[in-house]
């Protein structure tokens, strides 16, 4: 946890009080934290704050803003995401927000096993991405989409989000055309399941404005392709 994050109405007074018995319990473990410490704080969809702890009880621990600081800034990117494992999907979901991905879309596939749409995770999600901007010092959320119908999806929605200067790639092992690097626009990229997309689901892409763009020979797990590809395109050095 590198930023605490508090509810808007936590912090309506001058001073403001961390209650959650999962952030305090943090804080005083692993950060031992005491009167005097400072502490960075942000308002959930809101600023992020640099703020000096006042006061310790046992059930809580209240503190003053100091100054404003600045909040990381998203990627430009939207991610769509066939709904993995469920034990994928958590790790997943915190490290697209830690990375900073500004919308994500999870879908359908053909090798997506029905039964994934069932997992409980899909009703933490909130919880997950609030892990996610507690690791990056985040508070703004990105916006989470779930869509159950494949082909619905890529013929009435997904043509929509592409444009000339935003265009769209989904990763494919099999073609030559390479994964862009250090792009200087907004995107979309699309993952697919561990087995990948069936060749029907690569062609309906492509036909509806995608590009197919190759990571390489090596067949990546889905956790390991998103930050690959995102370092990737949005890279600075």
């Given at each position: 946890m590198n930023i605490v994050l508090l509810d808007p109405?936590?912090?309506?007074?001058?001073?403001?009080?961390?209650?959650?018995?999962?952030?305090?319990?943090?804080?005083?473990?692993?950060?031992?934290?005491k009167v005097g410490d400072t502490l960075k704080v942000g308002i959930r969809e809101g600023k992020?704050?640099?703020?000096?702890?006042?006061?310790?009880?046992?059930?809580?621990?209240q503190?003053?803003?100091?100054?404003?600081?600045?909040?990381?800034?998203?990627?430009?990117?939207?991610?769509?995401?066939?709904?993995?494992?469920?034990?994928?999907?958590?790790?997943?979901?915190?490290?697209?927000?830690?990375?900073?991905?500004?919308?994500?879309?999870?879908?359908?596939?053909?090798?997506?096993?029905?039964?994934?749409?069932?997992?409980?995770?899909?009703?933490?999600?909130?919880?997950?991405?609030?892990?996610?901007?507690e690791q990056a010092g985040d508070t703004i959320a990105p916006k989470i989409?779930?869509?159950?119908?494949?082909?619905?999806?890529?013929?009435?929605?997904?043509?929509?989000?592409?444009?000339?200067?935003?265009?769209?790639?989904v990763a494919h092992p099999y073609t030559n055309l390479k994964m862009p690097y250090a792009?200087?626009?907004s995107c979309t990229v699309i993952i697919g399941p561990e087995g990948g997309f069936i060749p029907y689901e690569i062609d309906l892409l492509i036909k509806n404005g995608c590009q197919a763009v190759s990571l390489g020979n090596r067949i990546l797990r889905t956790e390991t392709a998103i930050p690959y590809v995102l370092g990737r395109l949005f890279s600075t050095t």
């Open positions: 109405r936590q912090t309506e007074s001058e001073i403001w009080t961390i209650s959650a018995k999962r952030q305090l319990e943090h804080l005083h473990t692993h950060v031992g934290v992020r704050y640099l703020t000096e702890i006042i006061n310790i009880s046992g059930n809580s621990i503190l003053k803003p100091l100054k404003e600081e600045k909040v990381p800034e998203k990627l430009p990117v939207t991610l769509i995401v066939a709904l993995p494992r469920p034990k994928v999907l958590r790790r997943l979901i915190m490290d697209a927000v830690t990375l900073g991905v500004d919308k994500l879309i999870l879908i359908h596939s053909y090798r997506v096993d029905k039964s994934y749409w069932q997992t409980p995770f899909l009703q933490q999600l909130d919880h997950f991405v609030t892990l996610g901007l989409e779930l869509y159950k119908r494949f082909k619905p999806f890529v013929e009435d929605v997904l043509p929509i989000m592409i444009s000339e200067h935003s265009p769209a790639y792009v200087d626009h």
